[in-house]
């Protein structure tokens, strides 16, 4: 019986190149302008996560910026809305997916209709019947329906309009979608209606939904791990895993050892290993949102870029090491410091709370070039916070 062929040894440098080669984070404008570029991104990526706190302009619009400098927040409108490139479903959290991958969504989607939804167990037939009879007539939002009887909330961030709780259990279903978001304010249409659907499309089979997930993480990571490919979704893992053998033995997939991983496997293609060794430009910089897809698996973060980034929002003021929402700095391909902003929409400034330097950025030598560097950035960012 052959063995299994020995690992490959791969840098943390080489990894991080990858690694943001599969993000487009080596090159300032990858995919264009417009909503177009906002279809392309969200397609290359997988997802793009949307979140509500908005310290700073909110994650969804954030993560599209870091990619595509000239972008508008109506560019995501247009291609949620007009373009519906784009739609809202649960990946790892609440996020605006590629509507070409609408399929591999539906399973969920009918399990949620079949079984119920546990963060809407409390949604009565009668308050459904409500929503879905006023959603028939017309796309509507939250404050167009007046008649509730507010209720105790479940947990902090639920509604206590039962309507909002029917809705959003419609939502999980499938029977209606976000057509259009003003802020965080949604408006819910029915499903087929707004994508001019007869009939929803056929469902991925769970075969298709393993090598969808894999294929994702590989596209959007370069370098992954079953950690990485199943983030938040502890149950594929076994799938995933089989699916990961099966790709090796067929020469499609090699397992590497990751400088510091230890027995934590690792895999990635061939090609994105012969294609790895162009160094990223030192001058290229970004300030990232702590819900981008570069740091959101924080382990992996760490691993690659030997920053632990600490999301303190929820953290007592005294006990905060970078700050209420700390934004990491990318130069080059090292992550050199954590920066807490705020944007002041009144006075229209963007605020500096707390500049921390971390990793390469500790070092003094060099640091006046890199701040400037940083300096720059902020400038442009300012701009992007306090456009439209």
């Given at each position: 019986m052959s063995r299994a062929p020995k690992p490959l040894p791969l840098s943390t440098t080489q990894a991080r190149q990858i690694w943001l080669h599969a993000q487009r984070l080596d090159v300032r404008a990858p995919f264009g302008e417009g909503a177009q570029a906002v279809a392309d991104a969200t397609a290359h990526l997988g997802y793009v996560q949307i979140d509500t706190i908005n310290v700073i302009e909110r994650c969804h619009h954030h993560i599209l910026y870091s990619r595509i400098p000239s972008y508008r927040r109506a560019d995501l409108r247009h291609a949620q809305s007009v373009d519906r490139s784009v739609f809202e479903y649960w990946t790892h959290a609440l996020s605006y997916v590629p509507t070409g991958d609408f399929r591999f969504?539906?399973?969920?989607?009918?399990?949620?209709?079949?079984?119920?939804?546990?963060?809407?167990?409390?949604?009565?037939?009668?308050?459904?019947?409500?929503?879905?009879?006023?959603?028939?007539?017309?796309?509507?939002?939250?404050?167009?329906?007046?008649?509730?009887?507010?209720?105790?909330k479940e947990h902090l961030w639920q509604s206590r309009k039962p309507s909002k709780r029917?809705?959003?259990?419609?939502?999980?279903?499938?029977?209606?979608?976000?057509?259009?978001?003003?802020g965080m304010l949604k408006t819910y249409e029915l499903m087929t209606r707004h994508f001019g659907w007869d009939k929803l499309p056929k469902p991925a089979s769970t075969k298709d939904i393993t090598?969808?997930?894999?294929?994702?993480?590989?596209?959007?990571?370069?370098?992954?791990?079953?950690?990485?490919?199943?983030?938040?979704?502890?149950?594929?893992?076994?799938?995933?895993?089989?699916?990961?053998?099966?790709?090796?033995?067929?020469?499609?997939?090699?397992?590497?050892?990751?400088?510091?991983?230890?027995?934590?496997?690792?895999?990635?293609?061939?090609?994105?290993?012969?294609?790895?060794?162009?160094?990223?430009?030192?001058?290229?910089?970004?300030?990232?949102?702590?819900?981008?897809?570069?740091?959101?698996?924080?382990?992996?973060?760490?691993l690659f870029f030997g920053y632990n980034h600490l999301f303190e929002a929820y953290v007592p003021k005294e006990k905060r090491k970078f700050g209420y929402f700390a934004l990491p700095?990318?130069?080059?391909?090292?992550?050199?410091?954590?920066?807490?902003?705020?944007?002041?929409?009144?006075?229209?400034?963007?605020?500096?709370?707390?500049?921390?330097?971390?990793?390469?950025?500790k070092k003094t030598a060099g640091r006046k070039e890199l701040k400037r560097k940083i300096e720059d950035e902020l400038d442009r960012f300012e701009r992007f916070q306090l456009a439209e």
């Open positions: 969504f539906l399973p969920a989607m009918r399990e949620h209709r079949r079984d119920g939804h546990k963060w809407y167990a409390s949604v009565t037939p009668a308050d459904m019947r409500k929503v879905m009879r006023l959603v028939r007539a017309g796309p509507l939002t939250i404050r167009d329906i007046e008649d509730d009887v507010l209720t105790e029917a809705l959003q259990l419609a939502f999980y279903t499938g029977v209606v979608t976000i057509s259009e978001r003003q090598a969808y997930l894999l294929d994702r993480a590989l596209r959007s990571q370069g370098v992954v791990s079953l950690d990485s490919a199943c983030h938040l979704d502890a149950p594929r893992k076994k799938e995933v895993a089989r699916l990961i053998a099966a790709r090796v033995r067929r020469g499609e997939l090699v397992s590497v050892a990751l400088d510091g991983a230890g027995k934590h496997e690792h895999w990635t293609a061939p090609a994105s290993l012969e294609a790895n060794g162009e160094a990223i430009s030192p001058d290229l910089v970004h300030i990232l949102s702590p819900f981008d897809p570069l740091i959101i698996q924080r382990k992996r973060t760490n700095v990318l130069v080059g391909d090292e992550i050199v410091a954590a920066l807490d902003l705020k944007t002041d929409r009144q006075d229209k400034k963007l605020l500096m709370q707390k500049w921390t330097w971390v990793g390469e950025g």
